[in-house]
């Protein structure tokens, strides 16, 4: 009687290069196919005004996800770990979410000025922060 060996092994599944960038491609350009029309069906079926009931659900989850991604990237780079790359263009794309959101979401006036002072004095340059040490950590040897 023969005994199985059902132990996982550790040798990772290696995709071709190749084939991994045609995948990636075929799946982005299916993406870009979808969302625009999406975007534009959006345009014009959604109301311009309307009730949240979680709207403070929604906002604490954002700025939490921005708190751990800087909170990973951090962790990685003081680990000298190259995925901090990763966190890092997570939590600069989620900084810019952010900016956007608070931009297109704030009433006239003070709502407004706050809004935009904190768009172009923290979230954006944060965000431009994030994607040049991506960039950075990404090129260097």
Do not use: N
């Not at 599944?13 to 991994?20: F, K, Q, W």
């Not at 990636?24 to 969302?35: G, K």
């Not at 000298?80 to 600069?92: C, N, Q, S, Y």
């Amino acid at each position: 009687m023969t005994t199985l060996d059902v132990r996982p092994t550790t040798a990772p599944i290696v995709v071709p290069a190749e084939r991994l960038h045609r995948r990636a491609l075929l799946i982005t350009v299916a993406m870009v196919s979808a969302l625009v029309p999406w975007c534009v069906v959006l345009s014009q079926l959604l109301p311009s005004t309307t009730t949240v009931a979680h709207w403070s659900v929604a906002w604490v989850g954002l700025d939490s996800g921005e708190a751990l991604a800087a909170a990973l990237t951090a962790i990685l780079i003081l680990r000298k770990d190259p995925r901090a790359a990763l966190t890092a263009v997570i939590g600069g794309a989620l900084l810019l979410a952010d900016a956007w959101f608070d931009l297109t979401t704030a009433t006239s006036g003070g709502d407004l000025l706050q809004a935009g002072l904190e768009a172009a004095l923290l979230e954006v340059p944060l965000a431009i922060a994030a994607f040049w040490y991506a960039s950075t950590a990404l090129t260097r040897p």
